[in-house]
């Protein structure tokens, strides 16, 4: 009878075991969110490969290289519409490790427009979209490291649109 007791008390304490291990997995499976998954940017088709040619001083264009940052970057800081979308310039100085990519927002957050990725020794010179309503826009620059797409940083810039 003891031994009957005891293998009773045995099955209740693995019964108990694995109820809570399966009270734990279904609250991981609800608890756990579903992340959005990254989708791997396609390379800007309409690249140049060389320098920016010379531009006026009106489009402000600059090169950003901190020292803290794994890349450099080429940029109108007063770009112009044109009928394609926006004369920005931007550029991915030869010798950077990274590549870049451009997104260009409104004032609410909404996106413009975007490049493709721009590889060291490129540029574009406009992004396309619809930036009509636009007298200020942000720019955000994302850098991946080649290949795997690994971020190597991004850089915000609010700019003025002429």
């Known amino acids: 009878m003891a031994e009957k007791i005891k293998n009773n008390r045995w099955y209740l304490i693995m019964a108990a075991c694995a ?3 399966l009270g734990a997995f279904l609250f991981m499976l609800t608890g756990l969110k579903q992340t959005e998954r990254f989708t791997v940017p396609v390379a800007e088709s ?5 320098a920016v040619p010379a531009l006026t001083s009106e489009l ?4 950003l290289d ?12 007063r770009p112009v ?10 550029t991915n100085p030869e010798g ?9 927002y409104d004032s609410r957050g909404n996106l413009l427009g975007q490049t493709g990725t721009l590889e060291p020794g490129q540029y574009v010179e406009s992004i396309a979209g619809d930036f ?5 826009v942000t720019l955000q620059v994302l850098a991946y490291e080649p290949y795997l797409y690994y971020s190597n940083g991004t850089v915000t810039l609010d700019v003025s649109v002429n």
């Open 132 to 136: 009509s309503g636009a007298d200020e």
């Open 46 to 50: 309409g690249a140049v490969d060389g």
């Open 60 to 63: 402000c264009y600059t090169v």
């Open 96 to 104: 950077s490790e990274s590549w870049l990519l451009l997104k260009a």
């Open 19 to 21: 109820i809570l291990c």
């Open 66 to 77: 901190e020292g803290q940052m794994p890349f450099s970057v080429g940029v109108c800081a």
């Open 81 to 90: 519409r044109n009928p394609e979308g926006l004369s920005v310039w931007f």
